[in-house]
């Protein structure tokens, strides 16, 4: 199963869209899950009964061909459902000599944070 076909299959939709949202891209689907504590970096951490959290940051997995390296993060921001994200850091995986899938740290945000 290719992962094009896993994202289809099990992930969620999204599309990115300007940030005052007068432009929005075609719908596909990714990945998007709340990022855990690794090799001892905090982003804004706190602590949670379950040890420490952080509340806002996203990893992101998507398709090669929705390319977030290319998208300019204070102009543009993905959404998925009535959740919208900033893109802080996007990479391009490779396997061979061909791009994989998309890596990316999203940073979940509230409107007052458009301001």
Do not use: H
Not at 19 to 39: C, H, M, T
Not at 70 to 98: H, P, Q
Not at 101 to 115: D, H, M, N
Request: hydrophobic share 35%; proline share 3%; with cysteine.
């Amino acid at each position: 199963m290719t992962l094009d076909r896993l994202f289809d299959k099990f992930g969620r939709s999204v599309r990115v869209t300007s940030v005052d949202e007068s432009w929005q891209g075609d719908l596909y689907r990714a990945f998007i899950q709340p990022l855990r504590y690794k090799n001892k970096m905090y982003l804004e951490d706190k602590r949670v009964p379950l040890g420490i959290g952080d509340m806002s940051y996203y990893l992101y997995l998507g398709p090669a061909s929705f390319d977030l390296t290319t998208v300019d993060e204070d102009e543009y921001m993905l959404k998925s459902g009535n959740e919208k994200f900033f893109i802080t850091r996007a990479e391009k995986l490779y396997f061979s000599d061909s791009v994989c899938y998309i890596w990316a740290v999203i940073k979940r945000f509230k409107e007052e944070e458009l301001c």
